[in-house]
């Protein structure tokens, strides 16, 4: 079946815009999850969510950064005035449920670059 | 968040066993151990998981010390694709939700 899909791919803007990024998580899944990576470092968690309901979003590393998931099936992560520090691979992931347990399925990532 | 600790590399050869040592002594009794890796260019990948027995799947098996104070993920015959960053990730408390990736252990196949 389909896995977790993430749009843009690669997405290059300039210093100060906004930005987009779109993640559809694995149908059914109820749990979504964002992380950002550097390069060479493990991922970094952002912010989840169970169903439409934002659980975690201590990851958040300001008030530029947030993230919606309206309907409880896709997730927004809005990156707003970026910066150029903003530039990493974004992740999201999703899993059926949320629980130790349950294991987090991840897509391809976006690769935003900020110029 | 309890952590993890692991050696910042390993290299096996081809065919052979690998064992990847992780050392989390601050667990606590609600902490599932997981295993994810992350191959080149790609996102991380589940590979197993664990509570207070040891555990088989397709993949990996994951060997938990008695005292759970350090688990040891088991590649029975390495493979070249199984050359990627392995991440050992404790989930419980009140962060249950969310992975915390550390360095992970960069494993090394050789032909």
């Known amino acids: 079946g389909a896995g977790v899909s993430q749009s843009p791919r690669y997405k290059v803007t300039k210093r100060g815009q906004d930005v987009a990024l779109r993640c559809d998580p694995i149908?059914?899944?109820?749990?979504l999850y964002w992380y950002r990576q550097a390069l060479g470092q493990g991922p970094e968690f952002l912010t989840y969510?169970?169903?439409?309901?934002?659980?975690?979003k201590s990851g958040l590393p300001n008030d530029r950064f947030s993230a919606e998931r309206p309907e409880g099936s896709i997730s927004t992560l809005t990156i707003q005035r970026t910066e150029q520090r903003d530039s990493a691979m974004y992740r999201c992931?999703?899993?059926?449920?949320?629980?130790?347990?349950?294991?987090?399925?991840f897509g391809p990532g976006t690769r935003l670059t900020v110029t | 968040d309890a952590k993890t600790t692991q050696p910042n590399s390993m290299e096996s050869n081809e065919e052979e066993p690998v064992h990847l040592p992780c050392n989390h002594s601050?667990?606590?009794?609600?902490?599932?151990i997981h295993w994810y890796r992350q191959l080149p260019s790609q996102g991380p990948e589940y590979v197993i998981h664990?509570?207070?027995s040891n555990v088989n799947n397709r993949m990996a098996s994951l060997a938990i010390a008695e005292d759970r104070k350090s688990s040891t993920l088991i590649l029975h015959r390495a493979t070249l694709r199984d050359a990627a960053v392995y991440y050992c990730?404790?989930?419980?408390?009140?962060?249950?939700?969310?992975?915390?990736f550390g360095q992970g252990t960069i494993l090394t196949v050789h032909p």
């Open positions: 990730i404790l989930r419980g408390g009140t962060s249950y939700g969310k992975l915390t």
């Open positions: 664990g509570l207070t």
């Open positions: 992931a999703s899993s059926l449920a949320v629980g130790e347990g349950y294991e987090q399925y």
């Open positions: 601050t667990i606590s009794g609600t902490d599932y």
């Open positions: 969510f169970n169903y439409e309901a934002q659980q975690d």
């Open positions: 149908s059914g899944h109820v749990s």
